[in-house]
């Protein structure tokens, strides 16, 4: 059974990415690259050894991401951060508070 904190930290690191593609991809659908990036983040999180306990992944002592793609998630996260309020305000309160 997945817990609701990873259950949240996946559709928020989901949602940083859908709002980074639609804006600098241009599409209304999410591009192929930021598909296989979700998927990739998504994979991660179900296998972060540290489960419930989990931190966010910027705070985290383990770094379990592929250098190219912890380049390209801060990438998002720098650009998704501070819209997410806009368009997913739970989602970016929690995610504050990790």
Known sequence: MISKKIESEKATVK???EIYCKANH???AVCE??????DYAL???DKCKYKEMKPACQKCVTHCYKPEYRERI???MRFSGPRMIF???I???R???S
């Open 95 to 97: 995610h504050l508070m």
């Open 26 to 28: 241009g599409g209304k």
């Open 33 to 38: 690259d930021c598909k296989n990036l979700i």
């Open 43 to 45: 994979l991660r999180t």
């Open 74 to 76: 801060k990438e998002v």
């Open 91 to 93: 989602l970016a309160i």
């Open 87 to 89: 368009t997913h305000p």
């Open 15 to 17: 949602a940083m990415i």
